[in-house]
């Protein structure tokens, strides 16, 4: 099992790590600073270096409870050998904040009886970011009213942090898992990684975030998309 040194501190750039695994997808590390795509956010690029060479990460994702990197020329690196690990640090810090601001949104809306509805989906690119409602009654208005809202927590500069639970105590918090499969996987869990913006919202998690709101800066509302009677979608960006 890859060691996914972000879940821990995700502004970790570069790391020294072992290759345990070549196939034809890609490279596996016995640990990584590169985030496997999942929950919405993109996997890392970057580069690994072995030999003073430098071979280019293009993406990342997970294969079973490892992380497979995909390297260019990987037939030239070597299993059991050591090898430099760095990170696009600016594309990565970027999906922090945006990730840090759908949560935000989806606190904003778990957290008000205005909103009949709730969030079902999201996705990050490298310049902004798709939020997908079930909610009726959606509108210009009402997105604009939840950028709003959000803007105003970002401003009030909260905490984000990391902590662990075991899985039974975790199930027993409300809202902890918005979704009837992330609450059956937290079931079978036997710690869950939990992600608390300090006063605000607390979520089990696997992503990467910003350590304050005060970083993610102010969200800006691009468009709004009908996909359906209660499927909603909303895309922003970040300023
Ligand atoms: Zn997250």
Redesign the pocket.
């Known amino acids: 099992m890859t060691e996914k040194l972000y879940l821990n501190d995700a502004y970790l750039k570069e790391c020294d790590s072992r290759i345990t695994g070549i196939n034809e997808k890609g490279v596996i590390l016995d640990r990584t600073v590169f985030y496997a795509s999942g929950?919405g956010q993109p996997g890392d690029s970057g580069k690994i270096i072995f030999n003073n060479r430098e071979f280019m990460v293009r993406d990342t994702v997970k294969e079973g409870d490892d992380v497979l990197h995909i390297v260019d020329n990987r037939e030239m690196l070597e299993i059991e050998s050591q090898v430099r690990c760095l990170i696009d640090w600016e594309r990565r810090y970027i999906h922090m904040k945006y990730?840090g601001a759908i949560?935000l949104i989806d606190a904003v809306v778990n957290m008000n009886p205005d909103y009949e509805g709730l969030i079902t989906g999201s996705q990050i690119y490298d310049d902004k970011a798709r939020v997908d409602f079930s909610m009726e009654n959606f509108s210009q208005e009402i997105a604009q009213n939840v950028i709003d809202r959000t803007n105003s927590v970002i401003n009030e500069n909260h905490e984000i942090l990391v902590k662990y639970m075991p899985g039974e105590e975790a199930v027993k918090i409300k809202n902890l898992a918005r979704t009837e499969p992330g609450r059956q996987l937290i079931q079978k869990l036997e710690t869950v990684r939990i992600?608390e913006i300090v006063g605000v919202d607390q979520?089990a998690?696997g992503?990467t975030?910003v350590r304050n709101t005060s970083e993610i800066g102010t969200i800006l509302l691009q468009k709004i998309e009908n996909k359906g009677k209660r499927n909603k979608r909303m895309y922003f960006t970040l300023e």
């Open positions: 929950g990730h949560h992600v979520q998690d992503g975030h």
